[in-house]
């Protein structure tokens, strides 16, 4: 089981804000993915080939070929504002 002062900590880490109760929820879900995990750990998998995807599939996008682009007033028309037929966005400092 994982405890409410590490389920804490790691909700720091990743900037949420949880309350008490999703707290003490997450420590026994957390609790109960981290047995899963370690029932997996004790499977022989000696024989069992590493893959990065169980279903084998390559290149499932379609060819990248030139077609005619958008017009850039089309592009621009939802903008909400425009400098020099450019999108303006706010500075970021």
Do not use: W, Y
């Not at 994982?2 to 790691?10: A, G, K, N, P």
């Amino acid at each position: 089981m994982i405890s409410e002062e590490e389920v804490r900590h790691v909700a720091r880490l990743a900037r949420l804000g949880l309350t008490d109760e999703e707290v003490k929820r997450m420590s026994g879900q957390l609790g109960a993915i981290l047995d899963s995990t370690e029932q997996i750990g004790e499977l022989n998998l000696k024989d069992v080939p590493q893959t990065a995807n169980a279903l084998n599939l390559t290149n499932v996008f379609r060819p990248d070929e030139p077609r005619k682009c958008l017009p850039q007033e089309a592009a621009l028309s939802t903008a909400p504002e425009t400098v020099d037929s450019l999108f303006a966005v706010p500075r970021i400092d």
